[in-house]
């Protein structure tokens, strides 16, 4: 079993950036993709970004490229949502997701286990 928990959400302004984390325990390994999925109200979850197990590969929603940046460190468990430029748009709950094994994935059933989600808000 593997336990994920997200934070670094908050609300801030239009323009502004935000740094969410997600921290990894329990029965941890590198051999995991990772993924970042956000769901706002009244809307499905929609896939953010993933990475996969060593970080060599990336991919991003057309929505969030070259606005966000996802990595990791495997030494910490942790994975990392870098959000730069935000939007109105972006306000959602962020969700850290992990999949046993080495490549990332853009659907949620992809995905093993997820956090709690953590709430960001962008103000215009």
């Known amino acids: 079993q593997v336990k994920l928990v997200e934070s670094g959400g908050g609300l801030v302004q239009a323009g502004g950036s935000l740094r969410l984390s997600c921290a990894a325990s329990?029965?941890?390994?590198?051999?995991?993709?990772m993924g970042w999925f956000r769901q706002a109200p009244g809307k499905e979850r929609e896939f953010v970004a993933g990475i996969d197990w060593n970080g060599e590969r990336s991919q991003y929603a057309d929505s969030v490229k070259g606005r966000f940046t996802i990595s990791r460190d495997n030494a910490k468990n942790t994975v990392y949502l870098q959000m730069n430029s935000l939007k109105p748009e972006d306000t959602a709950v962020y969700y850290c997701?992990?999949?046993?094994?080495?490549?990332?994935?853009?659907?949620?059933?992809?995905?093993?286990?997820w956090g709690q989600g953590t709430q960001v808000t962008v103000s215009s």
């Open positions: 329990g029965r941890t390994s590198s051999m995991y993709a």
């Open positions: 997701a992990a999949h046993y094994g080495v490549h990332l994935g853009v659907e949620p059933s992809w995905y093993d286990y």
